[in-house]
């Protein structure tokens, strides 16, 4: 008899597993707790604006893996969208990510040798950075920091810069040319119908029930199925029995203004602490659609996460991380017939293109190994 599977959660961990064990010709149900599938993924269309709205924060699909390109491409076609954020700071607008416009805008400098020089004069080298603010002082100096990093970075995380790791930072890349591509990645784009198309075909012939909380039947799901893959948090999970894991939350304000374009891009952040909101999404521009004279903004928010709120980002502070290691202990020890995936169930921020892979890689390990696998070459 066929394995009988349950999937708690219509992300793209939960979605991707389903798809790949039901074609392996595993009995697959997916639960959500959401009214929709797609997780944070989830795209509306704004007939008003012609565009998707990214209900849950902006989303630009990138890879440089060709197995993941090709598997996404299965379910849509992409746009060439390419993400060249702009920053807004002291009423002016600066070019992002960091590169030789940027330095051009900060400190009239054309070439990359007079932008290398001035770099090299105005950085405040630190023998060891180990905090956010050490970093960025050390790598561009005290000017682009705060006009760039220092408000956005407050707003984004509620915590002095001295208090945050670097590693937060260090995926923000400084260039010496004007590349403001700022992911890079050999693919990119947003797709052409909007995300939740991606689900719907993805999820096509699987028995799918919306509005469903697992944590309200913990056990008794776990009772009727051989095996369950639960992505949402995994210290809900325990009820909460080692402690809470801290996240940040967002809070968006969504508006429809009679322009057909408010701020000619699709992000522009805001880097003074004056201004609550830490950016601005315009959603048309995601879409490549200017065809109406209406225009759907989304102004981001950050907050603390509260029992009861959407959580976004993993805090990645030492005790959070000595949290997540305790539950990931009492889940090998209770020995449930439970996998924990994705960013909730692991704790751990990632981007599409890496929760689409590690699904991919699980379901592989599934069907070779069995379901009993340990969980522990992902955390
Ligand atoms: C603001 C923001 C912007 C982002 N932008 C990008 C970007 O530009 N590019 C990029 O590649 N990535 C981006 N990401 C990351 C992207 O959102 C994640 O990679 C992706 O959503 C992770 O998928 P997942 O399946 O792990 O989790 P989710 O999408 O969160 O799915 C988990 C699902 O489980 C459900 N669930 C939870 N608990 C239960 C329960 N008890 N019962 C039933 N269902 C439950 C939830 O409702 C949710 O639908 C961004 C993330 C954020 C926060």
Same mark, same amino acid.
């Given at each position: 008899m066929s394995k009988r599977i349950l999937i708690v959660g219509a992300g793209f961990y939960g979605s991707v597993l389903a798809r790949e064990l039901t074609d392996a010709g595993c009995s697959c149900k997916l639960i959500e707790r959401r009214e929709q599938i797609g997780g944070n993924c989830f795209t509306r269309y704004n007939e008003e604006a012609d565009c998707h709205q990214h209900v849950y924060g902006p989303h630009i699909f990138h890879t440089n893996s060709e197995e993941v390109w090709r598997y996404l491409t299965r379910f849509t076609k992409f746009n060439n969208f390419v993400n060249r954020p702009k920053s807004m700071s002291a009423g002016k607008l600066y070019s992002l990510p960091i590169n030789l416009m940027t330095l051009y805008q900060v400190y009239g400098v054309n070439t990359p040798e007079e932008a290398k020089a001035t770099i090299e004069k105005v950085r405040i080298p630190c023998d060891s950075p180990n905090n956010l603010e050490d970093w960025c002082l050390s790598q561009v100096g005290p000017e682009i920091y705060e006009l760039l990093i220092k408000g956005y970075t407050m707003k984004q995380w509620r915590r002095d810069p001295k208090e945050l790791p670097a590693s937060i930072i260090k995926r923000l890349p400084i260039r010496f040319n004007f590349d403001d591509n700022y992911f890079r990645d050999r693919y990119q784009g947003i797709p052409e119908e909007g995300y939740t198309k991606i689900f719907e075909r993805m999820l096509e012939g699987i028995d799918v029930e919306l509005g469903v909380d697992f944590l309200a039947d913990r056990d008794e799901w776990i009772r009727r199925f051989d095996h369950v893959v639960f992505t949402g948090p995994i210290d809900a999970f325990f009820n909460y029995t080692e402690g809470t894991l801290e996240y940040r939350s967002l809070r968006f304000e969504s508006e429809i203004l009679d322009t057909p374009d408010f701020q000619g891009n699709a992000l522009i952040n805001y880097g003074?602490?004056? #201004?609550? %909101?830490?950016r601005i999404a315009e959603h048309k521009h995601f879409d490549l659609s200017y065809s109406k004279d209406k225009t759907l903004i989304t102004r981001e928010y950050s907050q603390e996460w509260q029992e009861g709120m959407e959580r976004y %980002?993993? #805090?990645?502070?030492q005790e959070n991380l000595d949290t997540l290691r305790r539950y990931q202990l009492l889940a090998k020890e209770a020995g449930l017939p439970v996998t924990f995936g994705g960013r909730l169930g692991q704790y751990k921020y990632f981007d599409m293109h890496q929760v689409i892979a590690a699904a991919l890689t699980k379901a592989k390990r599934f069907l070779q190994d069995?379901?009993? #696998?340990?969980d522990e070459e992902e955390n």
């Open positions: 003074e602490t004056q #201004v609550p %909101y830490t %980002y993993p #805090v990645g502070t069995g379901f009993e #696998v340990s």
